[in-house]
C-alpha cells in the first residue's frame, strides 16, 4: 500500500462554481503509479465547498450559483453572525450544505470519474482569495 499527501493552494477564483479538476491532478502525479486506490480532497475553509458533477456544459456552474443564492440568500433578517459581510454567513451554510470533500476511485493510474463529471470548487465568498486544498492518494 501506497500514501502520497500533497497540500496545495488553489488559485483565487471569483464566486461562484470552478472545475478544478486538473490543477488539483497536476500538483499529484503520483496517482499514476496505482492500479487501484482512493483519492480524497479536502477544503480547509469554512466558506467554500468542494463536489463533484458536469464538466462539460458550463452552464450548470452557473445555475448552481443562482440555486444556491435564492436557497440561502443574503441578508437574512435572522442572521446574527453579520460582522463579516453580508456574504459570509450564507457561505458557511452552503459550505456546509456542499461538504468539505471529495472522494474518488482511482483505477489504472487515473482517477475514475464519469465521462462528463469533474471536481468543483464551490466559491461562496465575493472575495474568498487562495484555497487551501489537502490531496491525499492511496493504494497498489
Not at 19 to 30: G, R
Request: glycine share 8%; proline share 4%.
Amino acid at each position: 500500500m501506497h500514501f502520497f499527501q500533497r497540500e496545495l493552494q488553489l488559485r483565487p477564483k471569483e464566486r461562484g462554481f470552478h472545475l478544478v479538476t486538473d490543477e488539483i491532478l497536476k500538483a499529484i502525479p503520483e496517482i499514476s503509479k496505482l492500479k487501484t486506490g482512493q483519492f480524497q480532497v479536502f477544503i480547509k475553509h469554512t466558506s467554500a465547498s468542494l463536489t463533484i458533477n458536469e464538466n462539460a456544459d458550463p452552464s450548470v456552474r452557473v445555475d448552481f450559483e443562482s440555486h444556491m443564492n435564492k436557497m440561502v440568500p443574503e441578508n437574512a433578517s435572522y442572521y446574527i453572525h453579520t460582522y463579516e459581510g453580508a456574504d459570509d454567513m450564507p457561505a458557511h451554510i452552503k459550505a456546509s450544505l456542499m461538504g468539505s470533500s471529495v472522494q474518488i476511485p482511482i483505477t489504472n493510474g487515473k482517477l475514475n470519474l464519469g465521462t462528463w463529471q469533474g471536481i468543483y470548487l464551490c466559491e461562496h465568498r465575493d472575495h474568498g482569495g487562495a484555497r487551501s486544498v489537502v490531496v491525499t492518494v492511496f493504494g497498489e
